[in-house]
């Protein structure tokens, strides 16, 4: 919880500070046309003379939030458990049903 509030204030007073000062500016330019949904959120704040591939601070705060989410989160200390994270990981769930049904195949083959 603690961990959490930590992350709502650093992002809420990034997003605070940047869009005061790119507001309405194109901070980048994507190599490819994005797809509907993003297309949206990519030009928002910029007004209509910006093209397709213009990205406004907004998208780019959204996007770099969700990447270093977890290292922010880290470096606080605020990270789940060993036992935890190894119990979400969708990776450890694959390889404990891999190891089931072999399991299951040897004992019916036995």
Same mark, same amino acid.
């Given at each position: 919880?603690?961990?959490?509030?930590?992350? &709502?204030?650093?992002?809420?007073?990034?997003?605070?500070? !940047?869009?005061?000062?790119?507001?309405?500016?194109? &901070?980048? +330019?994507?190599?490819? #046309?994005?797809?509907?949904?993003? =297309?949206?959120?990519?030009?928002?704040?910029?007004?209509?003379?910006?093209?397709?591939?213009?990205?406004?601070?907004?998208? !780019?705060?959204?996007?770099?939030?969700?990447? $270093?989410?977890?290292? $922010?989160?880290?470096?606080?200390?605020? !990270?789940? =458990?060993?036992?935890?994270?190894?119990?979400? =990981?969708?990776?450890?769930?694959?390889?404990?049903?891999?190891?089931?049904?072999? #399991?299951?195949? #040897?004992?019916? #083959? +036995?």
């Amino acid at each position: 919880m603690k961990g959490t509030f930590i992350m &709502v204030i650093i992002g809420s007073m990034a997003f605070i500070s !940047l869009r005061q000062k790119y507001v309405g500016q194109t &901070v980048a +330019k994507l190599p490819f #046309e994005p797809i509907w949904p993003f =297309s949206k959120v990519l030009n928002r704040g910029l007004g209509a003379d910006a093209g397709p591939n213009d990205c406004s601070i907004y998208f !780019l705060i959204g996007i770099t939030s969700v990447a $270093i989410k977890n290292t $922010i989160t880290a470096l606080f200390g605020y !990270l789940p =458990s060993k036992q935890a994270q190894h119990a979400i =990981s969708p990776i450890t769930s694959w390889k404990k049903a891999m190891t089931q049904y072999m #399991e299951m195949i #040897e004992n019916k #083959e +036995k």
